[in-house]
């Protein structure tokens, strides 16, 4: 009974050796930089990486861009004020004097001008018909 027992343990100690010996296999393989999932969690590396250092880029030109808009805005402020206080102050101007009617013949330039056409400049064309 002894031999057995002693047969029966070596040959589960035999069979639990091969299991590893195929897991580590397996792992390795899994684990390869190249083919496996080591080879993708390198390449996301990488991309977090690119992606850390663009995000930090666009802070930095967000950053900028808010700076100029605060500028712009304050200068933009500044002259709203001037226009406000300078058509406050064309309150204070007293109108100007209407001038007279002439009782002159028409400006060359006004005799120059073609008259006016009494004619409407263009007509709607109807289909299989006349206008």
Do not use: W
């Amino acid at each position: 009974m002894d031999i057995i027992a002693d047969i029966l343990l070596a040959s589960g100690a035999l069979a639990a050796g091969f299991y590893c010996f195929i897991l580590g296999r397996r792992l390795n393989r899994f684990n390869d930089l190249e083919k496996g999932v080591g080879g993708a969690v390198a390449v996301l590396s990488a991309q977090v990486d690119d992606l850390t250092r663009t995000l930090t880029a666009a802070q930095a030109a967000a950053n900028q861009s808010a700076a100029t808009l605060t500028e712009l805005t304050g200068r933009a402020e500044k002259s709203a004020q001037k226009l406000e206080l300078q058509m406050a102050s064309l309150h204070d101007i007293p109108d100007a004097p209407k001038p007279r009617a002439e009782t002159h013949e028409a400006s060359p330039k006004q005799a120059e001008m073609p008259p006016k056409p009494t004619e409407p400049m263009f007509t709607r064309h109807r289909l299989g018909g006349s206008a």
